[in-house]
């Protein structure tokens, strides 16, 4: 949660209050006040005037309406010191005023005690005004940022958060890869164009579209791309923003929103991570939340409120649209539902096309080999490798984007920064012999993905890597894939074993390790694979903090989580047998690539394959099943 402004004020105001009766008591004795004046001897109204006599008298000070006075005077019997006495004045006495002035005495009347109590009390309130003053002046410059300013004490009226622009300035062009999305839009953008085509013949328009998908996928730029084409304005505001602490502020929030929204319909409204307030009511650990059901319920209040064509078509997303509430999802409200994913090889090249179009690419970069080498990559991935490619070139000082700062950028994208190359020693070794034990283990195996450079650079939490170029659909995967892959990624601590003995294998297999467990672990409990049989045993992974599926997964016996475990143990063991047969054959290769990878530091998959071709006529002669 934000610290809102609102909630300084609140915390503030006690200690305002402290601070002021503090002053009150302390800072601010009233200082012209007749006690604090100390003069410890008195003397009597006919002494003074004797005193004035002799000229003895050097000041007066009157106080309390001319009641009182301190006077200043020397005299033998003072001792020939300046002293202060107190006397007593009778009420009226306008010719001693003549008297002082005519002995040409310094004569001093201070104000009396009533406007010393104003004068005290305005001092007084200046402090928290100022304070409070000050706190205002925050409050509105927090608040220009989002809104308008001028809102800035209101409790019961939520502040503006939502963002509206009148023209995107995206289209459709700006949106690549996602075809078929793309396709549906088309339609509401026509919706909001001409809505008399369908009202003519009774259609009622859809108010909302659910837009689905992982983060990146262009989501956001698609729902401005709509506006953007239909060339009505844009609302957006994202549902973090409606959950406040504060109940009723998110509801609010909601009215406002729409509110603003009819009067410049037609228009686009977007929600952005409309998880946020749409969850499933009555869920979650810990109770449920009344502000977001409230929140919600506003939602979906308005949503019914306006009729089918007043040209607001809300639309909303969300990674997460089985958490969402079903209300939610019920025709008249997000009865449309889009669902926009990570993009395959053309959508790659799709999008890479669109980011490169202003950025200087040298010739030779061929954007599909860019868009082979980066499966898994987001259409915000693909912007900001292409967009670090640039900086690195800038940086370089170099005219055009060439391959090499592709490369650099796809690697750092996927495994982090560049580190320092490790000095010659013997865990350098032992590094290498690591990765070309990953690397001819997964160049000599049948169905494994062909290398595509193996380093001993450091990046990221790796100490050195082997890269492999990754075959193009990766979300049909077979056995016998899988199954190479475990063999390829044990390939690393086999080769250790055999080169250094059990006593010197290091922790730097830890990771490999775990991704060989895993992959087996989803071979029998998810796909499949396993003596078991086609069982679904266990779902992805679903976390608790996020609604539903508390604990819906691992619903199996005990019995078959002993069949389980027994069979994960054979893949991975007999895996690992195949790791150490072909490291042991092929020692004499691997030794001398390894020399040439602690000389050169990084080998690429073309020059690894002709060394190895060298030594060995079939290329990916070993095939296991297991
Ligand atoms: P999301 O809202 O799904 O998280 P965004 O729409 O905010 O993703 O995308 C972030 C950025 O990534 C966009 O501004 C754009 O530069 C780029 N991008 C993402 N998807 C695409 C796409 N399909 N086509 C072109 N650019 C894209
Ligand atoms: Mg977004
Ligand atoms: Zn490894």
Same mark, same amino acid.
């Given at each position: 949660?934000?610290?809102?402004?609102?909630?300084?004020?609140?915390?503030?105001?006690?200690?305002?209050?402290?601070?002021?009766?503090?002053?009150?008591?302390?800072?601010?004795?009233?200082?012209?006040?007749?006690?604090?004046?100390?003069?410890?001897?008195?003397?009597?109204?006919?002494?003074?005037?004797?005193?004035?006599?002799?000229?003895?008298?050097?000041?007066?000070?009157?106080?309390?309406?001319?009641?009182?006075?301190?006077?200043?005077?020397?005299?033998?019997?003072?001792?020939?010191?300046?002293?202060?006495?107190?006397?007593?004045l009778p009420t009226n006495v306008p010719e001693l005023i003549t008297k002082l002035k005519k002995a040409n005495i310094d004569?001093?009347?201070?104000?009396?005690?009533?406007?010393?109590?104003?004068?005290?009390?305005?001092?007084?309130?200046?402090?928290?005004?100022?304070?409070?003053?000050?706190?205002?002046?925050?409050?509105?410059?927090?608040?220009?940022?989002?809104?308008?300013?001028?809102?800035?004490?209101?409790?019961?009226?939520?502040?503006?958060?939502?963002?509206?622009?009148?023209?995107?300035?995206?289209?459709?062009?700006?949106?690549?890869?996602?075809?078929?999305?793309?396709?549906?839009?088309?339609?509401?953008?026509?919706?909001?164009?001409?809505?008399?085509?369908?009202?003519?013949?009774?259609?009622?328009?859809?108010?909302?579209?659910?837009?689905?998908?992982?983060?990146?996928?262009?989501?956001?730029?698609?729902?401005?791309?709509?506006?953007?084409?239909?060339?009505?304005?844009?609302?957006?505001?994202?549902?973090?923003?409606?959950?406040?602490?504060?109940?009723?502020?998110?509801?609010?929030?909601?009215?406002?929103?729409?509110?603003?929204?009819?009067?410049?319909?037609?228009?686009?409204?977007?929600?952005?991570?409309?998880?946020?307030?749409?969850?499933?009511?009555?869920?979650?650990?810990?109770?449920?939340?009344?502000?977001?059901?409230?929140?919600?319920?506003?939602?979906?209040?308005?949503?019914?409120?306006?009729?089918?064509?007043?040209?607001?078509?809300?639309?909303?997303?969300?990674?997460?649209?089985?958490?969402?509430?079903?209300?939610?999802?019920?025709?008249?409200?997000?009865?449309r539902q889009v669902t926009v994913d990570v993009p395959d090889f053309k959508g790659r090249l799709a999008i890479l096309t669109?980011?490169?179009?202003?950025? #200087? $690419?040298?010739?030779?970069?061929?954007?599909?080999? !860019?868009? %082979?080498?980066?499966? =898994?990559?987001? +259409?915000?991935? @693909?912007?900001?490798?292409?967009?670090?490619?640039?900086?690195?070139?800038?940086?370089?000082?170099?005219? #055009? $984007?060439?391959?090499?700062?592709?490369?650099?950028? !796809?690697? %750092?994208?996927?495994? =982090?920064?560049? +580190?320092?190359? @490790?000095?010659?020693?013997?865990?350098?070794?032992?590094?290498?012999?690591?990765?070309?034990?990953?690397?001819?283990?997964?160049?000599?195996?049948?169905?494994?993905?062909?290398?595509?450079?193996?380093?001993?650079?450091?990046?990221?939490?790796a100490r050195g890597l082997t890269w492999f170029t990754p075959s193009d659909d990766q979300s049909l995967v077979s056995r016998?894939?899988?199954?190479?892959?475990?063999?390829?990624?044990?390939?690393?601590?086999?080769?250790?074993?055999?080169?250094?003995?059990?006593?010197?294998?290091?922790?730097?297999?830890?990771?490999?390790?775990?991704?060989?467990?895993?992959?087996?672990?989803?071979?029998?409990?998810?796909?499949?694979?396993?003596?078991?049989?086609?069982?679904?045993?266990?779902?992805?992974?679903?976390?608790?903090?996020?609604?539903?599926?508390?604990?819906?997964?691992?619903?199996?016996?005990?019995?078959?989580?002993?069949?389980?475990?027994?069979?994960?143990?054979?893949?991975?063991?007999?895996?690992?047998?195949?790791?150490?047969?072909?490291?042991?054959?092929?020692?004499?290769?691997?030794?001398?690539?390894?020399?040439?990878?602690?000389?050169?530091?990084?080998?690429?998959?073309?020059?690894?394959?002709?060394?190895?071709?060298?030594?060995?006529?079939?290329?990916?002669?070993?095939?296991?099943?297991?």
């Amino acid at each position: 949660m934000k610290i809102s402004w609102k909630n300084l004020l609140l915390w503030s105001l006690p200690l305002i209050v402290i601070i002021f009766f503090l002053w009150q008591g302390f800072l601010v004795p009233t200082k012209n006040d007749l006690n604090s004046n100390i003069a410890s001897s008195r003397m009597t109204y006919g002494r003074f005037l004797e005193y004035l006599d002799m000229g003895w008298v050097k000041r007066v000070d009157m106080y309390d309406n001319g009641h009182t006075a301190i006077i200043e005077a020397v005299g033998p019997e003072l001792g020939n010191r300046v002293q202060k006495i107190r006397v007593e004045l009778p009420t009226n006495v306008p010719e001693l005023i003549t008297k002082l002035k005519k002995a040409n005495i310094d004569l001093d009347a201070h104000p009396n005690k009533n406007t010393n109590a104003i004068w005290n009390l305005l001092g007084n309130l200046l402090f928290p005004l100022v304070l409070i003053g000050g706190l205002a002046l925050l409050f509105r410059r927090s608040n220009s940022t989002n809104g308008g300013p001028g809102q800035a004490m209101s409790f019961g009226k939520s502040k503006a958060l939502f963002q509206m622009e009148a023209k995107t300035g995206v289209t459709f062009d700006d949106v690549a890869g996602v075809d078929e999305a793309k396709e549906e839009f088309q339609e509401v953008v026509t919706f909001l164009k001409q809505p008399e085509c369908f009202t003519a013949v009774g259609a009622n328009i859809p108010k909302g579209v659910l837009l689905i998908g992982p983060p990146g996928t262009g989501k956001t730029l698609l729902a401005k791309a709509i506006a953007g084409e239909a060339n009505v304005p844009f609302f957006s505001i994202s549902g973090s923003e409606f959950v406040e602490m504060f109940v009723g502020v998110g509801a609010s929030r909601v009215r406002d929103l729409f509110k603003k929204a009819k009067d410049n319909a037609p228009c686009i409204v977007f929600i952005d991570e409309i998880d946020a307030v749409g969850r499933q009511r009555g869920t979650g650990i810990g109770g449920g939340n009344d502000e977001r059901e409230q929140t919600l319920n506003q939602l979906l209040t308005e949503m019914d409120g306006f009729e089918g064509n007043t040209g607001i078509i809300v639309i909303a997303a969300t990674n997460r649209a089985d958490i969402l509430d079903s209300a939610l999802l019920r025709p008249g409200r997000f009865d449309r539902q889009v669902t926009v994913d990570v993009p395959d090889f053309k959508g790659r090249l799709a999008i890479l096309t669109v980011h490169a179009k202003n950025k #200087k $690419i040298d010739n030779s970069v061929s954007l599909s080999v !860019i868009a %082979r080498r980066t499966p =898994g990559f987001s +259409g915000a991935d @693909l912007a900001n490798l292409l967009n670090e490619a640039a900086i690195l070139t800038a940086r370089k000082r170099k005219q #055009k $984007i060439t391959i090499q700062e592709i490369d650099a950028s !796809i690697d %750092r994208v996927v495994a =982090g920064m560049e +580190g320092t190359p @490790l000095i010659d020693s013997k865990s350098k070794r032992l590094i290498a012999y690591h990765e070309i034990g990953h690397a001819i283990v997964g160049t000599l195996l049948k169905n494994h993905d062909p290398v595509q450079k193996v380093t001993l650079i450091p990046r990221g939490q790796a100490r050195g890597l082997t890269w492999f170029t990754p075959s193009d659909d990766q979300s049909l995967v077979s056995r016998a894939q899988i199954l190479s892959r475990i063999i390829g990624v044990l390939g690393g601590r086999a080769a250790e074993e055999i080169v250094f003995g059990d006593a010197e294998v290091t922790t730097g297999a830890s990771n490999d390790l775990q991704q060989v467990t895993s992959m087996a672990r989803q071979m029998v409990t998810r796909f499949g694979m396993s003596n078991i049989g086609p069982l679904s045993l266990e779902n992805e992974e679903t976390n608790p903090f996020l609604g539903r599926n508390l604990s819906s997964d691992s619903n199996y016996s005990d019995e078959i989580a002993i069949k389980i475990d027994e069979q994960i143990k054979q893949i991975v063991e007999r895996s690992h047998q195949n790791a150490l047969d072909i490291i042991k054959e092929n020692r004499v290769v691997i030794d001398h690539l390894v020399d040439i990878l602690i000389e050169k530091e990084t080998i690429d998959g073309s020059e690894f394959r002709k060394i190895i071709s060298k030594y060995t006529s079939i290329p990916q002669k070993y095939e296991y099943n297991i």
